[in-house]
């Protein structure tokens, strides 16, 4: 196992965001944080809803038991001045999307060295807010190490900053954060990597859903509710499309710059 000795680097950031959720007046309540693995590799499988969810995990665990969880990042963050020192020297995993072989191997070998490592399994930040389908590579990963999934659900931070919506910087300032960590579970090489992604995602959306219906704003009409619960929010559905538009648009955009 990997015992790494003071990290100045870590610990500056984890003060930053404090000092950041400090002054906005975050107001934090969580179930299960017993949860959170004390020792050892884990894989936690996160809720994507908005751009600060892993900073509000990060705060959560270090309040827990002062661990570090180790975040999958896209290369081009790494190459960023100032932004990919800070990222080295959280001891975060770089991804490059061409070669994305090498930093699954990474992220394998951080958790068999006993790392936790974040992992966002929809592959992005869901508009709809509502738990999209997500992808295998979590479960997978914590297979092949040998370490368990931790599911982990938050609500309420994607008032903070999120896509494609937005509040005002008055509308940041108490805002209610809920976290809902689930009972772990250790899947096995032998397992059907779908069947026990397909029932993450179930256990993602239960805990969602009951941070929602404990959740002490009413959402009716408001941005950042999903649909179904009488928000404003895009449906999945039309959700979907507007990714796949962006994601042409995107590609597009690179094209021309390669000409």
């Known amino acids: 196992m990997t015992r790494r000795g003071a990290e ?14 400090g002054a906005l007046r ?17 894989v936690l499988a996160i ?3 908005g751009y600060l969810d892993f ?11 002062r661990r570090h969880i180790r975040f999958l990042a896209q290369k081009g963050a790494f190459d960023k001045p100032g932004v990919g020192f800070v990222l080295r020297g959280m001891h975060h995993i770089s ?24 992992v966002f399994p929809e592959g992005g930040v869901s508009a709809s807010f509502e738990v999209r389908e997500l992808k295998s590579g979590a479960v997978r990963m914590a297979a092949e190490a040998g370490v368990p999934v931790i599911p982990v659900a938050v609500w309420g931070g994607h008032r903070l900053k999120t896509k494609s919506a ?11 954060v809920r976290f809902a960590v689930g009972t772990p579970f250790t899947p096995s090489p032998e397992d059907d990597a779908a069947d026990v992604t397909l029932g993450l995602q179930r256990s993602l959306q239960t805990l969602v859903g009951a941070l929602q219906a404990d959740y002490p704003v009413d959402g009716t009409g408001a941005w950042w509710q999903p649909a179904r619960l009488g928000g404003s929010a895009p449906t999945p559905e039309v959700a979907a499309v ?16 390669r000409r």
């Open 8 to 21: 100045p680097i870590y610990s500056t950031a984890i003060g930053v965001g404090r000092a950041l959720f």
């Open 26 to 42: 975050v107001k934090p309540a969580i179930t299960g944080a017993e949860n959170f693995p004390a020792q050892g590799g884990a």
């Open 47 to 49: 809720t994507h809803f």
């Open 55 to 65: 900073a509000l995990v990060e705060w959560m665990m270090w309040k827990a038991n």
């Open 95 to 118: 991804v490059d999307m061409t070669a994305g072989a090498d930093a699954y191997r990474a992220a394998v070998q951080a958790l068999r060295d006993g790392e936790v490592l974040g």
């Open 166 to 176: 937005g509040s005002s910087l008055r509308e940041k300032f108490g805002v209610p």
């Open 242 to 257: 507007e990714e796949a538009a962006r994601k042409a648009r995107k590609a597009r955009e690179a094209a021309e710059r």
